[in-house]
């Protein structure tokens, strides 16, 4: 059995804005195992990236973390001073943003930049932290980096500057990476490489990864393991077979159901999930996909735990419940009752 990197339990996040407080994440919990990959997927808004940001302890005002505990190969992150954040943040875990222009600085050689970061935090010299950022361009297949490393980042492509995020985030051999969104900006054939590039170093690291993404087949490339957010919440967990083969709740069905089949010669239409996400200034007391859900029934107003559907599935769902269950056969027509009421 792999040991246990990342633990997250029951995470609760709000940004206090002029309006109220926006829930962004609520009662999340997860794990990460070492040398694992592991996809966190949903639609924008769910809470993947506030998720993310607050294992990093990165999140601004005016959003705080409201309760949740972290721990990181057996230490407590909860209120670390940032002093000892700095020896954890870009060392220990390290963060691929969804934009790289945003990240990299428009003004200093990409050289620059990448020794600064391995300087900081592996103590080396100059000259071999300008090796090392050298060889880590070539890792990750930036053909010439010894001229490379010269230049700025607008000469680089966007799938070359997502490249050079990647690289400079393994550059201190990090236990942990966090990919928030790497390819959303980039075109099918980048998305493809970066991919393939993300593959290629978790054979030859022992890095564990995060992957957040709203898109199913990218996990189903990348990833052994999936997460499913919708509202805040965490609605289905599972491997990557359970989730495309056996999924439990109407949410990853639905996402599912919007998924471009590749089968030679299918013309099936796509099948898009009606209805918009919750408001999270004032969240829905029970299940959040309710307003959404074709399955949607009065107990959905109350919101349902976690039910284990098999090692390492859950799902928050009713339709789950033994005693549903026992009642849907006996009364069919109240499944989908909520739905039809609202509709």
């Known amino acids: 059995m792999a040991d246990r990197l990342l633990t997250v339990n029951n995470l609760q996040v709000s940004f206090h804005t002029r309006s109220g407080e926006n829930k962004a994440v609520r009662g999340v919990s997860l794990h990460i195992d070492q ?12 809470g993947k990236s506030v998720t993310a940001k607050a294992i990093m302890a990165m999140i601004p005002p005016p959003g705080e973390i409201i309760s949740g505990d972290i721990t990181f190969a057996g230490e407590k992150l ?16 390290a963060m691929v943003f969804q934009d790289p222009m945003t990240s990299l600085n428009p003004v200093k050689k990409i050289g620059d930049q990448m020794t600064e970061v391995i300087r900081r935090h592996r103590g080396l010299s100059k000259e071999a932290a300008l090796k090392e950022a050298i060889e880590m361009l070539r890792q990750v297949g930036i053909n010439e980096p010894e001229r490379r490393v010269q230049q700025y980042p607008h000469e680089f492509s966007g799938g070359m500057r997502q490249r050079v995020m990647i690289a400079m985030a393994l550059s201190c051999q990090p236990e942990l990476l966090i990919a928030d969104e ?48 919708y509202g805040g919440m965490v609605m289905e967990e599972g491997t990557v077979e359970d989730i495309f083969y056996n999924s439990k709740h109407p949410y990853t069905q639905g996402l599912l159901r919007s998924v471009p089949q590749r089968q030679g010669g299918s013309r099936e239409r796509l099948v898009p999930i009606e209805g918009s996400p919750p408001d999270l200034l004032d969240p829905p007391p029970g299940c959040p996909f309710m307003e959404r859900c074709p399955h949607a029934m009065p107990k959905c107003a109350e919101l349902p735990p976690h039910f284990q559907i098999g090692e390492g599935h859950r799902a928050l769902c009713w339709l789950n419940d033994a005693e549903v269950q026992a009642e849907l056969a006996r009364h069919p027509e109240i499944e989908g009752s909520a739905a039809r009421v609202r509709g």
Do not use: F, Y
Not at 35 to 46: F, H, L, M, P, R
Not at 78 to 93: A, F, H, S, V, Y
């Open 78 to 93: 909860n209120n670390l001073p940032e002093r000892k954040w700095r020896q954890i943040r870009g060392n220990r875990i």
């Open 182 to 229: 790497p390819t959303t900006a980039l075109d099918v054939t980048i998305q493809a490489q970066i991919l393939d590039l993300l593959k290629e170093l978790k054979a030859k690291t022992s890095a564990s990864i995060v992957l957040i993404t709203h898109d199913l087949g990218v996990v189903a490339q990348v990833c052994s393991r999936v997460i499913v957010m």
């Open 35 to 46: 040398g694992e990959t592991i996809g966190i997927v949903g639609e924008s808004g769910s």
